[in-house]
């Protein structure tokens, strides 16, 4: 049986609606060209601190780094355990959020992601080392100016991140996309109509399936 497709669709905080409708287009769109298509959400640290998981004590040894970012890796274990298990049945996998989210979010909270090890945590929670490594065969980054990212976000932000914050997340993710080959990256405006976003990351899709 042929192996499947990981995709995963990435975007800065603001972004979240323009992602959910985009994955419901793509996987509409998918299964009518007929593939088999499985849809899964790579938890981020946000969803950690809404269960109240920075409330924790951890010690790190470069310094403190709130648990919200341990949880993530615990709960990308799992989704990638899975993700293994529906690529290996051929499926072409959808994914919300995955390594470039976690990088930009270290940077954000003002860690190094190579000098504090914390690539080489990520990737053992990928399955490095244990059932093989999954990471994304394209990522599709739905690309929204931070400006507009923190009005849409409105009040949401306030006390946990600073529109700074969120330029800072843009320019993490832009700079990690462009450390991966050209094929494996689709980016896409948020500028245009919804359908054409879909139209667009849909031909990404299609390129290399």
């Not at 905080?13 to 323009?18: A, H, V």
């Not at 003002?110 to 990737?123: I, Q, S, T, V």
């Not at 990522?139 to 976000?153: F, H, R, S």
């Amino acid at each position: 049986m042929k192996k499947g497709k990981l995709i995963v669709i990435e975007g800065i905080y603001g972004t979240g609606k323009l992602v959910v409708d985009l994955v419901e287009s793509l996987r509409e769109g998918l299964i009518k060209q007929g593939h088999e298509v499985y849809e899964i959400d790579s938890p981020d640290t946000g969803r950690a601190q809404l269960m109240g998981a920075q409330d924790l004590d951890c010690g790190w040894r470069y310094g403190l780094f709130k648990p919200d970012f341990f949880y993530e890796l615990a709960s990308r274990a799992r989704a990638c355990a899975v993700i293994r298990e529906q690529l290996q049945a051929g499926k072409t996998v959808l994914c919300k959020n995955f390594t470039i989210s976690s990088i930009a979010y270290a940077a954000m909270k003002g860690h190094d992601w190579f000098r504090e090890d914390l690539n080489c945590l990520e990737a053992r929670a990928r399955g490095l080392n244990f059932n093989g490594e999954i990471s994304p065969d394209l990522t599709i980054y739905i690309d929204l100016a931070p400006e507009v990212a923190v009005e849409n976000l409105d009040s949401r932000i306030e006390g946990i991140f600073t529109p700074e914050d969120i330029q800072l997340q843009a320019a993490c993710f832009k700079e990690e996309l462009a450390r991966l080959p050209k094929q494996q990256v689709g980016i896409v405006s948020a500028k245009k109509p919804a359908k054409e976003i879909a139209a667009e990351a849909l031909a990404h899709i299609t390129r290399i399936l």
